[in-house]
């Protein structure tokens, strides 16, 4: 069965940073990408970043680029999204998802997604 788990969000001042973690189990990074989301309030889910292993493609959302990284450690099932010089607009509820690499449906985006973590709190204040 396919788990994840996220950790790490917080109540941050703008400018600062956090440090999302994501541990995975049930399959492995050869047969799944990972993507982080994030949902705030009234809005939909959108794709914050994704990293597909099988190509070593990685995905931003142009809102976040240049500020969040996406990495894993495969040692650690766990996969990290680095968010610097946040912004109250980032404020959001923030998930890791998993979806199945081996079809032609892919992408940074919610549908795609099979399995999905509870989320973690990110605030940011201005």
């Known amino acids: 069965e396919v788990q994840l788990q996220a950790s790490g969000g917080g109540l941050v001042q703008a400018g600062g940073s956090l440090r999302l973690s994501c541990v995975v189990s049930g399959f492995s990074f050869d047969d799944y990408g990972i993507g982080w989301f994030r949902q705030a309030p009234g809005k939909d889910r959108e794709g914050v970043s994704c990293?597909?292993?099988?190509?070593?493609?990685?995905y931003y959302a142009d809102s976040v680029k240049g500020r969040f990284t996406i990495s894993s450690d495969y040692a650690k099932n766990t996969v990290y999204l680095q968010m610097n010089s946040l912004k109250p607009g980032d404020t959001a509820v923030y998930y890791c998802?998993?979806?199945?690499?081996?079809?032609?449906?892919?992408?940074?985006?919610?549908?795609?997604?099979?399995?999905w973590g509870k989320g973690t709190q990110v605030t940011v204040s201005s």
């Open positions: 998802a998993a979806w199945y690499l081996h079809r032609s449906l892919t992408g940074c985006l919610s549908y795609v997604m099979d399995s």
């Open positions: 990293f597909d292993s099988n190509t070593g493609s990685t």
